[in-house]
């Protein structure tokens, strides 16, 4: 029989996808550069970790691990639900944000769509329009934020999906209200704008737009949030959608079976009510954003503020160098390169002494490079 590779066997719309790849692990760097303590401040992750409800609540979920879940989070939904003033049938769960990102494009994008995206932006977006076969329409951002009118310009008869991360990830910018309002009224009928607003829980700004309004208003609008970051959950996986009936509706047929699983399910419900955790994150992240703001400006880098918990800096020099020899240090953050942005690097805000590491090792690095 004739030999066939694998590669002839995968859809032709997946040819050029590139698969995601991950800033490296803890795990990773201890056994590669053999260093006992490694701090990670490159994947926005939460520096106090779960709330510790959150883990009591796990762990007594664990022992009814031989059950499957509810698959429809029934408890957490009616929860979440009712915090937003929304019906449980305008919200949906599943295995993170990403694949909630997923299952947007499974469920509405067709071959050949468009799918508008700012640049630089959040790496799935681009990755889900083209397993779909979708077309990527990217749009540069203005004064790293999302250029909304230049968005609408952009708009034609095939685009289906329009996504805005806000804040967005990497530069940790927002857009307002009344800039979103103004784009809602002329974003035509046979498209979706998806708000991914994995941070919006950091949001101080109150010109934030409260979007869940467009659900109320009809709008095709998608809301996607996530348990990852603020709630600290990001190893249990659980992110959810929020929109008007008829879209969520569509994006159920498109969910397997219990995306959700036990473990995440009761996680999720004890950190959503542990405001004291969550008031405890916030005052450590804007310490930390403090401290780094007057070390960048100590040390001459500009920096873009922030709405979040990672600060996008310019480091005036390659920042995959940087990165690699803070790696040898044992510090792990991520390179501006993967957004074209070279001389940049993405910090998520860590613990004082994180931080305070952080800024020693970057600052031997950069003293290093501007005398050699
Ligand atoms: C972290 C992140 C997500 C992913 O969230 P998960 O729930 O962990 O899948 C989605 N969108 C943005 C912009 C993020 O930064």
């Avoid at 949030?225 to 569509?250: V, W």
Wanted: glycine letters at 6%; one cysteine or more; aromatic letters at 8%.
């Amino acid at each position: 029989m004739k030999k066939i590779s694998g590669k002839n066997l995968a859809r032709p719309e997946i040819s050029d996808v590139i698969p995601y790849i991950p800033g490296k692990s803890i795990e990773e760097v201890k056994r590669v550069y053999n260093i006992k303590e490694v701090i990670k401040l490159a994947s926005n992750e939460n520096p106090l970790g779960p709330s510790p409800k959150a883990i009591e609540a796990m762990k007594r979920a664990l022992e009814s691990s031989h059950l499957y879940p509810e698959s429809d989070s029934f408890t957490l939904r009616k929860k979440v639900a009712s915090f937003f003033g929304i019906n449980e049938d305008e919200l949906i769960f599943s295995t993170g944000a990403e694949s909630i990102i997923l299952m947007i494009a499974l469920a509405f994008l067709c071959k050949d769509e468009e799918a508008i995206m700012g640049d630089p932006s959040f790496g799935d977006y681009e990755i889900v329009t083209k397993i779909m076969g979708g077309k990527v329409v990217k749009v540069p951002l203005r004064d790293f934020t999302y250029d909304l009118p230049a968005i609408a310009d952009r708009i034609t008869s095939r685009t289906k999906l329009i996504f805005i991360c806000n804040p967005n990830n990497p530069t940790g910018t927002i857009v307002t209200e009344e800039q979103t309002d103004r784009f809602m009224e002329i974003v035509p009928p046979h498209c979706i704008v998806v708000f991914d607003e994995a941070y919006a829980e950091f949001v101080k700004n109150k010109d934030y737009p409260k979007t869940v309004k467009y659900i109320h208003n009809q709008k095709k609008v998608i809301i996607v949030r996530t348990f990852s970051k603020i709630f600290g959950l990001a190893g249990a996986r659980i992110g959810y959608a929020m929109g008007p009936k008829d879209l969520i509706e569509i994006l159920r047929k498109v969910v397997l079976p219990f995306p959700v699983n036990r473990v995440a399910q009761a996680g999720a419900l004890a950190a959503l009510e542990d405001k004291e955790f969550t008031d405890k994150v916030m005052e450590v992240i804007e310490q930390g954003k403090q401290y780094l703001y007057n070390q960048f400006h100590r040390l001459g880098l500009e920096y873009i503020p922030t709405n979040t918990n990672f600060i996008f800096v310019n480091l005036n020099m390659n920042g995959d160098e940087v990165c690699e020899r803070l790696l040898e240090k044992g510090i792990i953050i991520r390179p501006g390169s993967m957004w074209n942005l070279p001389n940049y690097v993405r910090i998520t805000i860590g613990k004082p002494k994180e931080n305070e590491m952080l800024i020693k090792a970057l600052e031997a690095i950069l003293r290093d490079n501007s005398v050699s």
